[in-house]
């Protein structure tokens, strides 16, 4: 259910979003979030709680509050690929570069010329194949070996 009140607050938090001032835009979409939790009949808008996790996750950098918003908005909606741009976004601010470019491919079968999620995987770069190609990426030998190639 739309309330005014509630997509009031979100225009404003996506207008200081837009001027940089995260902080305070995420303020303004807790506030949308809280007024659908009281006055709606149903969950928030998916769109409220992604945007309130990327900020929470990138700017608030409590990472996995923000996470666990933006996985609630694209269980429900997960046909909008703006949500799973958001996901992809927090979690690589996380440190969790291979969720994150599943959330990407998976925003990008929905939405293949989606700027956004493009500029991210591009922003992301190609890992280069391990060293010892049959070792899992993680064992220790492909760290170490990994290290020193990149000397």
Do not use: W
Not at 52 to 63: A, F, S
Not at 105 to 124: A, F, T, V
Request: aromatic letters at 8%.
């Amino acid at each position: 259910m739309l309330l005014q009140s509630a997509e009031e607050s979100f225009r404003k938090g996506m207008s200081l979003l837009k001027r940089g001032r995260g902080r305070e835009a995420m303020a303004f979409f807790e506030a949308a979030i809280e007024l659908e939790r009281r006055m709606g009949d149903g969950p928030p808008q998916a769109r409220y709680l992604s945007l309130y996790g990327y900020c929470l996750g990138t700017i608030g950098r409590q990472r996995h509050e923000g996470i666990r918003f933006c996985r609630e908005a694209t269980e429900l909606e997960h046909y909008n690929p703006d949500l799973h741009c958001n996901l992809g976004r927090v979690l690589i601010a996380a440190g969790r570069r291979k969720d994150a470019h599943q959330s990407f491919l998976r925003g990008l079968r929905i939405q293949s010329d989606h700027r956004e999620i493009i500029r991210s995987l591009k922003q992301m770069g190609i890992r280069r194949r391990p060293p010892v190609p049959f070792l899992d990426r993680g064992n220790p030998l492909n760290v170490f070996l990994g290290r020193m190639r990149k000397r």
